[in-house]
């Protein structure tokens, strides 16, 4: 998933795991933040997770991953791609 952001936005990101959990839960997210970029907060749900993000150098691209643990035990993880540009 790619998103565009401006470097003064600070927005929040999702990822929507439904369809891989199915019946099952998230237990536990975390996120994967490179330099330049700031997490301001993160949250989840039972089945989303979001993280709120501000910074970022215009032109740059960055890498942000979630990385869940689901009640059942299953682990697993998605990037999703920051660009950031003036808007």
Sequence with gaps: M????????NLDYSVDWTSWLGSD???TS???VPTGLTMVSDSKTM????VW???GTVGQEYTVTNHIKTAAGRE?????IIQVQER
């Design 47 to 50: 089945k989303i997770a979001t």
């Design 25 to 27: 839960t998230i237990a």
């Design 53 to 55: 993000l501000s910074g």
């Design 76 to 80: 697993d993880e998605r990037s999703i």
């Design 2 to 9: 790619n998103f565009l952001k401006d470097p003064q936005a």
């Design 30 to 32: 975390s996120w994967t």
